[in-house]
């Protein structure tokens, strides 16, 4: 008798569970609010609130409604960004304000209580380059410094002494100037991800290892294309490409 109770049990279950997935997913867009319904990115503050980079601006959703800081705060006469696309977000070091990536040589600082944007040109002054016309990727390391990948060379940024450095293929080993993702990791192992593939940064010799598998290398002959990269609970790294699917680099064979 205990057995076919459990076996009506599991086939309940089993009916049921459709539905109550159905009923769990709610869809936003622009009738919910958002400005627009093109999402790049997504992050959470301190307080629950829930940040969008959109081609937009920056909106921000409390559980309740949305708030928009794109063409419609501009249109009221408050100061907003320069550029309206953003690319990347990440939530500052006090966990209150936000940085914005934008399609522009500037990335933005957002502080919620006071709605305003502060602006950080990405201008490298000393090697030539021109400045920067998309920032893919910013994170923090674990001196606090910040690391942004564009498509003009990789950027390191010290907030507290308003310091901006620049490393690029002609200043270092980097195999291209096109960097679309920047991770660093639980153990402060920065690693880059360009279109010629990931990189460790060595900080003893101050260059980059290009990682290699048993199989090959992630920096092959047709420049694998690494777009996103994150660490799960293991230590492992899932690094994401263009066009050639997902690997997973596990650091301890």
């Avoid at 205990?2 to 869809?27: D, E, F, G, H």
């Amino acid at each position: 008798m205990q057995k076919v109770n459990y076996l009506l049990l599991l086939i309940l279950l089993l009916t049921i569970q459709p539905s109550m997935w159905a009923q769990s997913i709610r869809t936003y867009d622009v009738s919910s609010g958002l400005s627009t319904n093109s999402i790049k990115a997504i992050v959470q503050d301190d307080m629950g609130h829930i940040w969008f980079a959109t081609t937009d601006g920056l909106n921000v959703f409390n559980g309740k409604e949305f708030k928009s800081y794109g063409c419609s705060y501009r249109a009221v006469g408050k100061d907003g960004i320069s550029t309206l696309n953003i690319m990347t977000l990440l939530l500052h070091s006090d966990g209150k304000k936000i940085w914005a990536g934008t399609q522009s040589s500037s990335i933005y600082l957002f502080d919620p209580a006071t709605e305003t944007f502060k602006e950080v040109a990405l201008i490298n002054e000393t090697e030539g380059l021109p400045a920067p016309n998309l920032c893919y990727s910013i994170d923090y390391d674990r001196d606090g410094n910040l690391w942004i990948g564009t498509d003009h060379g990789l950027f390191i940024y010290n907030e507290e002494n308003d310091c901006l450095n620049c490393l690029s293929s002609l200043s270092s080993n980097l195999p291209s100037n096109s960097l679309h993702s920047v991770f660093c990791d639980s153990s402060g192992i920065i690693w880059i991800g360009s279109v010629k593939g990931l990189l460790k940064y060595n900080p003893a010799a101050r260059n980059f290892i290009a990682v290699k598998t048993e199989k090959g290398t992630f920096r092959n002959e047709n420049g694998l294309h690494i777009t996103t990269i994150t660490e799960d609970r293991s230590g492992n790294l899932w690094v994401g490409t263009w066009n050639q699917g997902f690997a997973i680099l596990d650091r301890n064979c």
